[in-house]
Nanobody, 115 residues
Framework: QVQLAESGGGLVQPGGSLRLSCAAS????????VGWYRQAPGKERELVAS???????NYVDSVKGRFTISRDNVKNTMYLQMNSLKPEDTAVYYC?????????WGQGTQVTVSS
């Protein structure tokens, strides 16, 4: 069983930056594709970015050029560097495998973009 712990969220002004981290307890995390997801109030959870074991990445169109996903397979850790943040990026951000696994959702980390 993999346990995931997200951190790094907070309140930031539009145009600001945040770096999210996801620490995993199981080694499977370092083998399989993983992703960052987010859920905004009143909306369904969506995939934001994914990364394979060898570093191939994909992003949802709304964050391309602003967000960068990365991973450290030795540390079982994944990151999401978020730049040029917009109010519409406000959401709870989660990490999980890609495709997602129902039993692996953590508590998430809140990102609020507001002036």
């Amino acid at each position: 069983q993999v346990q995931l712990a997200e951190s790094g969220g907070g309140l930031v002004q539009p145009g600001g930056s945040l770096r999210l981290s996801c620490a995993a307890s199981g080694s499977i995390f370092s083998i399989l594709p993983v992703g960052w997801y987010r859920q905004a109030p009143g909306k369904e959870r969506e995939l934001v970015a994914s990364i394979t074991r060898d570093g191939s990445t994909n992003y949802v169109d709304s964050v391309k050029g602003r967000f960068t996903i990365s991973r450290d397979n030795v540390k079982n850790t994944m990151y999401l560097q978020m730049n040029s943040l917009k109010p519409e990026d406000t959401a709870v951000y989660y990490c999980n495998l890609y495709p997602q696994r129902t039993n692996f959702w953590g508590q998430g980390t809140q990102v609020t973009v507001s002036s």
